[in-house]
Structure formats: structure tokens, C-alpha cells
């Protein structure tokens, strides 16, 4: 969890190992319209211990399941305007088809377990919290 703008050249760089020839990465950001309403911002709200504790779960299932070097991810908390980056993940591997399918299963988890939910600010000036996960 990260309450600032993350570093995803510094993410990026610890994925940059020797023995990974394939590396992947997903970049979710906050965009302009949902559900056909225009959005100015999304206030992001996590309870920090659990979502900590979920995401390295998920990071290390993801280390088992699949034939991967290493795997980081971040989620932003707070309030980010259109354009900004609200979750990162990135997965190095030997090979792409490991970096992908892990990349993708840990987007997937993300989404699906760890406590993290959204304001969503419209442009009209209504706020409105909407689903982030299911459990």
C-alpha cells in the first residue's frame, strides 16, 4: 500500500534480473468515465494491515504456482485524479508465458482479496463508492 505516487522505475528495476528473460508488469490508473459517468478522482481506502498481509499471501501463491524469478505489486490509498497510477504489478520469469500468466493471476487476486475500496468522485461533484473486489 502506498499513500504517495509510486516509483515504477524503482519497482521495475527489481524485476531486472539475470536470469529472467521475460517480464511483465500491469499498470492500473484511474480513468475519466465508469459506467458511461464522468469521473474527476477515485478515493482509494484499504484496511493496511489485512491488505499488506493478503498481498504477500497472493505474491507468494503466485511464486509457487508459477515458474517465476520475483513479484511486487503496490496499491495506491487516497485520493488520485484521472491519470494516476493506482495499482502496479510486475513478475519476472525465466520465460514470458510464466510473466504473463503470473502477472495475470496476481491482478486477479488483487482484485478479488485484498480490502481496497473506492470513492468515486464524478464530475458533476456526487461521490459514489462502488465495488472494488468480491470475496
Known amino acids: 500500500m502506498a499513500d504517495a505516487p509510486v516509483d515504477i ?7 531486472l534480473l539475470p536470469e529472467a528473460g521475460g ?3 500491469f499498470e492500473g490508473r484511474v480513468r475519466q468515465t465508469n459506467e458511461g ?3 474527476s478522482g477515485i478515493d482509494y481506502s ?3 494491515p489485512l491488505a499488506l498481509t493478503e498481498g504477500q499471501v497472493i505474491l507468494m501463491d503466485a511464486k ?6 520475483h ?3 503496490t496499491h495506491r490509498t487516497g485520493y488520485l485524479p484521472v491519470g494516476e497510477t493506482a495499482v502496479w504489478i510486475g513478475v519476472s520469469a525465466a520465460h514470458r508465458d510464466a510473466a ?3 502477472c495475470r493471476y ?4 488483487i482484485r478479488q482479496h485484498v480490502p481496497v475500496w473506492k470513492n468515486e468522485h464524478y464530475a458533476n461533484g456526487v461521490t459514489g463508492w462502488v465495488p472494488c473486489h468480491t470475496l
Request: include cysteine; hydrophobic fraction near 55%; charge should be positive.
Open 64 to 69: 509457487q504456482h508459477f515458474a517465476i524469478r
Open 106 to 109: 496476481i491482478t486477479d487476486e
Open 46 to 48: 484499504a484496511f493496511g
Open 37 to 39: 459517468r464522468a469521473i
Open 23 to 25: 517480464v511483465c508488469s
Open 9 to 15: 522505475s524503482a519497482l521495475r528495476r527489481m524485476l
Open 100 to 102: 504473463f500468466n503470473a
Open 71 to 73: 513479484a511486487t505489486a
